[in-house]
């Protein structure tokens, strides 16, 4: 769908690993760092987790708070980063300002640049609003919005002409302009949000940011990611 990206720039070597580290400092006489070459396999430490903290509903979650992962989302709407960032527990951002960043509005003034490499628009077709109904967007309303950011392109290009600062001018904009971020989750904080914004009724943008994530997640942490899919995915169950 659409542009969207999700890229990884770092992560937590061995998470699994960390993980059960973490669980075995709470109940290990040991000082645990003096083990690390004994510890189970990272495949392993992954059997373990899913037996010892999460099948069954046990609940201790805490350990899992210790990897992380980094990752680049691009090229959605202001709109699902706003619905994303709401989470900030275990997450953290740094988001693309439009302070700073007001080129391409005018490069889009300028036919330099397409405006849906800029701006966000739904794909054509059928949706339903928050009550049920149905309705159809059409090629015909497709356009005229496209129209719609292009002139407000033009307006923010000529306001910064006239002087007017750029978080002046931005104001001008449509909402629903492309914003990159950078966001950091442990296992924890990344499982609760996908259990808010992967559920069948989150907004179609957000469901498809967690959709990209997913493989990220699955590569990272595949016994944990297996148990997640097998008894939370999609099922709108309370976040741990």
Not at 12 to 41: C, K, L
Not at 66 to 95: A, E
Not at 123 to 133: I, M, V, W
């Amino acid at each position: 769908m659409d542009r969207f990206t999700v890229e990884v720039i770092a992560q937590t070597p061995n998470p699994q690993q960390t993980i059960y580290a973490a669980m075995h400092q709470d109940y290990s006489e040991a000082f645990v760092w003096g083990e690390r070459d004994h510890f189970p396999s990272e495949e392993k430490c992954g059997e373990i987790i899913v037996r010892s903290l999460l099948a069954g509903n046990r609940g201790h979650y805490g350990p899992l708070e210790h990897p992380q992962i980094i990752l680049n989302c691009g090229w959605f709407p202001h709109s699902t980063m706003q619905q994303i960032r709401t989470h900030r527990v275990g997450i953290s951002f740094d988001v693309q300002s439009f302070r700073y960043t007001g080129v391409r509005i005018i490069d889009v003034a300028e036919g330099k640049r397409d405006v849906e490499d800029v701006f966000y628009l739904r794909p054509l077709g059928a949706y339903t609003d928050r009550q049920g109904k149905r309705y159809d967007y059409t090629a015909e309303q497709r356009q005229q919005d496209l129209e719609w950011c292009r002139s407000a392109c033009r307006r923010y290009q000529q306001r910064i002409s006239e002087g007017l600062s750029e978080e002046h001018a931005r104001g001008l904009i449509p909402f629903d302009v492309r914003q990159h971020w950078v966001m950091s989750a442990n296992v924890r904080s990344l499982m609760h949000l996908l259990d808010l914004r992967w559920k069948l009724d989150a907004q179609l943008e957000a469901q498809k940011l967690c959709e990209i994530i997913w493989p990220h997640f699955q590569a990272w942490v595949p016994a944990i990611a297996e148990w997640y899919e097998t008894t939370r995915l999609k099922k709108a169950r309370l976040a741990p």
